[in-house]
């Protein structure tokens, strides 16, 4: 009993070593979700931090709940970031200066002193004896029957209401997002007839240089050369991220034409030295 | 090692999401460092849990990730409907505090 | 009999009641109804007097309880009337005289459009005279105090179509309000001191009660009495009073109501008694009161003003010696009486010779009337000589003893009061003859008034000589009525006690003394005013005199100290409650705005700022969590 008491005060040399590994990840990881300009970065940033800490839980003995940090949290939250992210502009970068006159400082200030205190709290409270989850696990025959067993009968009515909330949850969001149609539905004939009517009889035609480019925010380029902004998606369009490729065909035909008029003379002049 | 260290962790990780919070302006950015803040508590609450020896720890964990999800799922839906309205997802443009 | 007592204030009340509510149909008979309740009254009165008469000395004290006016515990007061000796007196004094006034204004008021409403205000004033005289409590006299004083406002601005006369009204209302302030702070303290305002029970319990107490009744006892008799500090307003109607003068002004000071000190004698600072200020002010209004009277060309300095001065007789104790109580009322029947034949003399002179009443612009009125001239005459106190007429009777009285007060200051009495006895007879030369003697100096029109002097109508004549019965003959045999003083003695005092000098010395002061005093103003013809503008006269004229400054005196004064404190008051108080308010309102303009700055929107407050929020409840723990 006290070899298992002693075993559960101390972890063992390996998980010392992946914690100290993984930890120092983790805050980097943490650090880059809240400095990285773009969105998406922070994003991906925060996932990685998430998948350790999925690793610390399941190092803690917290089976069930490591596999749901990384199959909910991980894979169906984050994405969830991520689709929203892509919604609003996934290239639109932030602006890190500060606008709010004293707020960095509060929030360096803030965030040090409570920072300082959470450790002060850990480091006073007597947290030297471990009990481990040996046998909290194996008094119902593992993990994942330990919580299903509180859940069901302890928490039950916890969970009950945590099943009404996420149900309040989508509904709200539907809510949230549903837009209310202000006119009519247009009929398929005034579809029709406005699309006969329209400027644009035929369909519009496709973006990108089929030579060389087919992204959708590249412009198709006009008999003259100059790009045709109807070729790209009214979205982009006004988001103007329209990528002109309409110069760099010529360009890169300028730089091969150098680089072979370089290789060219350069062999010239080796012919010369040869001769 | 003491395993205390994970709570040092996540006191370190929830105060970098409080900073986050406090300094960043893009909403989504915003939100996922309070996603940090509350991954950071579930460290801690399963590191009470193997501490105490029992499930409780985790379970509250378990209902916390539950609840973040609603809440991601509401606060993501606010963000697009002010996006929508705004065509902004910075908190400080909504500083009038409606849409 | 006890019930006769109601009917006495009922009849007068039912009068002003009919004729005020009336409305324009009375307008014919009104003013014989009103004549006819003051009549019922008076004989009322005569009956209960003749009942009381019967009776002996013991049981002449009537009481009647109509109901319980404030039936609450701890604090009872009785609608309840006492007709003794005293109330007696001056029941039938009020309705007597009152009856007469009445039958006089219905010739005197002949050609007012208004006659009938006038009637109706002296029924009122009679009914409130009535109940003041006859209740049986404080509170209840206080109501009759308040009801005279009502009458008196709105008989003096009965004319209010001058301004002189609403001006008048309302100056004799607010000096009243001064006394009657005195009366019920009086009434309040014997509320807190007996616990009870019934005579009966105030006046047996002086006893035992501290002499501190009694003398502050006493005193705000003496500021009513003041208020309500004219008596110095609180005289201005009797002058200016002589703007009512001339009936008013000499019923209010001059025979009833401006006596009911005499009849509170005299009814609360007791208290009087056992306060002896209380009483030597009532001294002192009838004494200053009666030469002040005796050198007022002296220099007034109108008659009637100066027929209202000699009221004052004889009040302040009243006073005197109402102030003297016991040795003076009986005296003071028996004075009271006479002058009520002299000086309200005068006033009524001097309404008559108005009557006849087309209002004018400048004595300067009279003279030589007696051939033109001889009714007049000889009932004004023997009030005259009644005032003066020729030997054998009422006021020889009445003022003499009290002259003796003043001097049985023992001491210097029974000299001093002895002094100035024979003084104001001779500066009276000065002042009297002054007016009788001007008005009835030497060439006739009338003239046009200011529309052209020669006044053609003529006797008054027999409705308005017929009352003067009764009364100059009461002139000539109550005084002798009333001394020989000590009759006054044997019917009041058990109400009001007697003592008579160890008087310095005989009776016969005060009544040859008096005597000599009279006839020097007459004979000083027929130096002046009879030898020779008297000019018709008034000459500019010595400093005193000019003082007289203006009623010795007391108008002056009241302006600068209180109106001023009150100014004055007004405005230091608006000050105060501009910057002081109004400060305090919007510096703390001006303060509010500027912080909340500050804490506004917090409430920017930014939702991150809002996050820093709660994270700072949280960061300090940590600590201080922590901090408890480390304690």
């Known amino acids: 009993m006290t070899a298992l008491a002693a075993a559960a005060s101390q972890t063992s040399t390996g998980e010392a070593v992946q914690f100290w590994l993984l930890g120092i990840v983790a805050v980097i990881g943490a650090l880059s979700t809240v400095l990285m300009k773009k969105a998406v970065h922070s994003a991906l940033s925060l996932a990685g931090t998430m998948i350790i800490l999925a690793v610390f839980y399941l190092a803690n003995g917290a089976y069930f709940l490591g596999i749901v940090q990384i199959v909910v949290y991980t894979g169906a939250i984050m994405m969830l970031f991520l689709f929203v992210v892509m919604l609003v502009g996934v290239t639109a970068a932030d602006s890190l200066k500060e606008t709010l006159k004293g707020q960095r400082w509060l929030a360096a200030g803030c965030g040090l002193g409570f920072g300082a205190l959470l450790v002060a709290g850990i480091g006073n409270a007597s947290l030297n004896t471990f009990n481990g989850l040996g046998t909290a696990n194996a008094e119902h025959g593992g993990n994942v029957e330990g919580l299903a067993s509180l859940i069901f009968t302890k928490y039950v009515f916890a969970f009950e209401i945590t099943g009404a909330l996420l149900i309040t949850a989508t509904v709200g969001a539907m809510v949230l997002t549903h837009r209310e149609r202000t006119e009519r539905a247009k009929s398929q004939r005034e579809m029709s007839e406005e699309r006969v009517r329209g400027k644009q009889l035929p369909p519009l035609p496709a973006p990108g240089v089929y030579a060389r480019h087919n992204a959708v925010d590249i412009p198709g380029l006009l008999p003259d050369g100059t790009p045709s902004e109807l070729t790209v998606m009214q979205t982009l369009r006004n988001r103007g991220q329209i990528r002109d490729v309409s110069n760099e065909s010529l360009e890169q035909l300028k730089a091969l034409e150098q680089r072979s008029e370089e290789r060219l003379g350069r062999d010239n002049e080796e012919e010369e030295v040869a001769k | ?99 | 009999m006890e019930n006769l007592i109601a009917l006495l204030v009922a009849a007068p009340l039912l009068g002003a009641a009919v004729l005020l509510c009336g409305g324009r149909r009375l307008d014919r008979a009104g003013h014989w109804l009103g004549t006819l309740l003051a009549a019922a009254s008076f004989v009322i009165g005569v009956v209960l007097f003749l009942d009381m008469l019967g009776k002996g000395a013991e049981d002449r004290t009537l009481h009647q309880k109509l109901f319980s006016w404030i039936p609450v515990e701890g604090f009872q007061a009785d609608v309840a009337f006492q007709l003794d000796q005293l109330s007696m007196t001056f029941v039938l004094l009020i309705t007597g005289v009152g009856t007469l006034i009445h039958i006089y204004s219905i010739g005197y008021m002949a050609h007012d459009e208004r006659r009938r409403r006038f009637f109706g205000y002296l029924n009122l004033f009679l009914a409130a005279m009535l109940i003041l005289v006859i209740a049986d409590n404080y509170l209840l006299l206080y109501v009759g105090w308040e009801g005279v004083g009502l009458a008196s406002y709105l008989l003096i601005g009965f004319w209010q179509h001058k301004p002189s006369a609403a001006t008048a009204a309302k100056k004799a209302f607010l000096v009243n309000r001064v006394g009657d302030m005195g009366l019920s702070i009086a009434i309040m303290l014997m509320f807190t001191t007996f616990g009870t305002f019934a005579f009966g029970p105030v006046l047996e319990a002086t006893g035992q009660t501290s002499e501190g107490k009694l003398t502050a009744i006493g005193l705000m006892l003496l500021l009513a009495a003041c208020g309500k008799s004219a008596q110095v500090p609180l005289q201005s307003w009797l002058g200016d009073a002589m703007e009512g109607p001339t009936p008013v003068s000499a019923l209010i002004h001059a025979a009833t109501m401006v006596t009911a000071g005499v009849y509170l000190i005299v009814r609360s004698g007791a208290i009087f008694n056992a306060a002896p600072d209380a009483q030597l200020v009532v001294v002192v002010v009838g004494a200053v009161t009666l030469l002040f209004g005796a050198i007022v009277g002296c220099a007034k060309d109108d008659i009637k003003k100066a027929l209202a300095g000699s009221t004052m001065s004889q009040i302040g007789y009243m006073i005197l010696a109402a102030g003297l104790g016991p040795i003076g109580y009986v005296f003071a009322i028996m004075h009271l009486v006479t002058h009520g029947f002299f000086k309200a034949g005068l006033f009524l003399g001097a309404g008559s010779v108005m009557h006849g002179m087309n209002d004018e009443v400048d004595m300067r612009k009279f003279g030589g009337l007696r051939k033109y009125m001889p009714v007049t001239f000889i009932t004004f005459g023997l009030g005259y000589l009644a005032i003066i106190g020729f030997p054998g007429l009422s006021g020889f009777f009445s003022k003499d003893k009290i002259i003796e009285a003043a001097f049985a007060k023992g001491g210097t200051e029974g000299w001093i009061l002895g002094a100035v009495t024979l003084l104001g006895a001779a500066i009276t007879a000065f002042y009297m003859t002054r007016v009788m030369l001007l008005t009835f003697f030497g060439e006739k100096r009338w003239q046009p008034d200011a529309e052209g029109h020669e006044p053609h002097p003529h006797e008054s109508p027999k409705s308005m000589t017929i009352p003067m004549i009764v009364l100059a019965f009461g002139s000539v003959f109550a005084g002798g009525f009333f001394s020989i045999g000590d009759r006054f003083l044997n019917w009041l003695e058990p109400v009001t006690g007697h003592s008579h005092g160890h008087a310095p000098v005989s009776a016969t010395t005060v009544t040859a003394a008096t005597m000599v002061v009279l006839v020097i005093g007459v004979a000083i103003a027929w130096a002046m005013y009879g030898r020779k013809p008297v000019p018709v503008v008034a000459p500019r006269g010595s400093l005193l005199t000019r003082a007289a004229r203006r009623d010795l400054l007391q108008d002056d005196f009241n302006h600068v100290v209180l109106v001023r004064g009150g100014e004055h404190l007004t405005r230091s008051l608006v000050y105060v409650d501009h910057t002081l108080v109004d400060g305090v308010v919007n510096g703390t309102a001006a303060s509010m705005g500027g912080l909340s303009g500050r804490l506004r700055k917090l409430q920017n929107g930014y939702a991150r700022s809002y996050a820093v407050s709660m994270f700072g929020g949280t960061a300090v409840l940590i600590a201080a969590t922590l901090l408890m723990r480390a304690v």
């Open chain 2, 1 to 99: 090692m003491n395993p205390v260290n994970y709570l040092y962790l996540a006191a370190l990780l929830f105060t970098i999401g409080a900073a986050g919070v406090l300094i960043r302006r893009n909403a989504i950015v915003v939100f996922m460092c309070v996603e940090l803040m509350l991954n950071a508590c579930n460290l801690a609450f399963v590191t009470f849990s193997r501490m105490h020896g029992n499930l409780d720890g985790q379970i509250i964990a378990f209902f916390t990730m539950v609840v973040a999800a609603a809440e991601v799922v509401v606060g993501l839906a606010i963000i697009v409907s002010v996006f929508r309205s705004r065509h902004s997802a910075s908190v400080d443009d909504a500083s009038l505090m409606k849409l």
